[in-house]
């Protein structure tokens, strides 16, 4: 369009000047943005500087045409526009640019009331005529350039709907995919609830009919190594017996059906006399002191059983862990805020921070020598920290490599009781 109102102007004028040549050579120079936009670097940047050099064009023309009676005034709006229109998503350019075209027809209406003659190339008449030509291109510029706003944003829409509708389908998998693993979830919670009753009844007789055989009820046993095979079944079958337990247990507590069935007040250091007792034949037969730090701790309300078993755990992962020689220490002492706390440490192989992460998922193992010479299941300190968070607790672990562990039982204050509360 700009060839063409200069092609009109050149030919009409009865006197052309070189400047048509300067106009023509300066709208030449909006090809070269052509490639340099395709190839999109800095795209934001090549717009606003298209556009500026777009006002800075019509300037020339103005200031050459006329000046304020210039038919090609009118363009200064078209320049506002293509800034409004494509530098919208960067306010301070789209301000930048709207300035300076405000500024630039602001500076001709300033200079002509200032009295400066702008000689216009072509003669008046000319301009004059040219006037309906230059608002006719001037209308389809703008029309051209609402079409393809339009056409860049529906673009635009189109990918927004595209990115909609894949994140709904991303949705829809992801809560069909958690469905599944629910689903997942329970029917292994159920396989094992159904495995573990149907294994523990076999197992009680076999542990039962060894104890009624061992005790010689309906007669004695002629050889001795009758009697050693009996020990080794009663021994295994329990064995058996308590990682069913612990997997039954484990299964219950993932499916949210852990209760505190039987809550009552415990003593807290026969508690821990009696776990004591029942690790000290393991702790004599690995080489490892067991150490007893107790203070006079106050009654706490629980499930007994479960907290034995917390404690147990524990204790029995510390001497597993321990080499020959090293030392574990069970000890108790009220927390500042009220609380109760039962801590196991060792002197053993440590943890790091993964290795930690790894012993509190259901069967987790650490890989290490230690952990391969003894057999185990993985379930001792995830069943552990199900059973004190039952119980509105927590389970801390301090830990490093080859400094040994520090497993920490903490009880919250409305666990505590007082012993007058006991008594009454």
Not at 96 to 111: G, P, W
């Amino acid at each position: 369009m700009g060839f063409l109102l200069l092609g009109f102007l050149y030919l009409a004028d009865p006197r052309p000047t070189f400047w048509y040549a300067v106009v023509a050579a300066a709208m030449l120079v909006f090809l070269v943005y052509l490639p340099a936009l395709k190839l999109r670097v800095h795209f934001e940047w090549l717009l606003f500087f298209a556009a500026q050099y777009f006002g800075v064009f019509v300037l020339l023309i103005v200031v050459l045409f006329g000046g304020i009676s210039s038919p090609f005034m009118p363009w200064f709006g078209a320049v506002i526009l293509t800034g409004s229109l494509y530098l919208g998503g960067s306010r301070r350019l789209r301000n930048i640019l709207i300035a300076s075209a405000v500024a630039e027809l602001l500076a001709v209406y300033f200079l002509s009331f200032a009295g400066v003659r702008f000689t216009p190339l072509a003669p008046m008449p000319l301009l004059d005529n040219v006037g309906a030509l230059s608002d006719f291109c001037l209308v389809l510029y703008i029309m051209s350039l609402v079409f393809n706003f339009v056409d860049i944003v529906a673009a635009n829409q189109s990918e927004l709907q595209d990115e909609i509708n894949s994140r709904r389908r991303t949705e829809a998998q992801l809560i069909e995919a958690r469905e599944r693993a629910e689903q997942a979830a329970r029917s292994k919670a159920a396989f094992l609830a159904n495995t573990s009753h149907e294994l523990r009844t076999p197992l009680n007789a076999i542990i039962g009919f060894s104890d009624v055989i061992r005790s010689e009820t309906f007669g004695a046993l002629q050889n001795a190594r009758y009697r050693e095979y009996l020990d080794d079944i009663a021994i295994s079958a329990q064995h058996l017996l308590r990682i069913i337990n612990d997997i039954l247990d484990l299964s219950k507590f993932e499916a949210g059906k852990g209760t505190l069935d039987g809550e009552e007040p415990i003593d807290l250091g026969a508690m821990i006399d009696a776990a004591q007792r029942m690790v000290r034949t393991q702790a004599h037969q690995a080489g490892i002191e067991l150490v007893l730090i107790k203070t006079n701790m106050p009654p706490v309300l629980g499930n007994e059983q479960m907290l034995k078993q917390v404690l147990l755990n524990l204790a029995s992962n510390a001497v597993k862990f321990t080499p020959r020689g090293g030392r574990v220490t069970i000890r108790s002492w009220r927390c500042d805020g009220g609380g109760a706390a039962i801590a196991v440490c060792d002197t053993g192989i440590g943890m790091n921070q993964d290795d930690i992460g790894v012993a509190l998922t259901a069967f987790g193992q650490i890989d290490s020598a230690m952990g391969r010479r003894f057999a185990g299941t993985g379930l001792g300190l995830p069943l552990a920290k199900a059973m004190v968070e039952l119980h509105q607790g927590r389970l801390e672990i301090e830990s490093a490599p080859g400094r040994g562990t520090a497993v920490t039982m903490v009880l919250p204050p409305q666990r505590v009781l007082e012993r007058s509360d006991v008594a009454a």
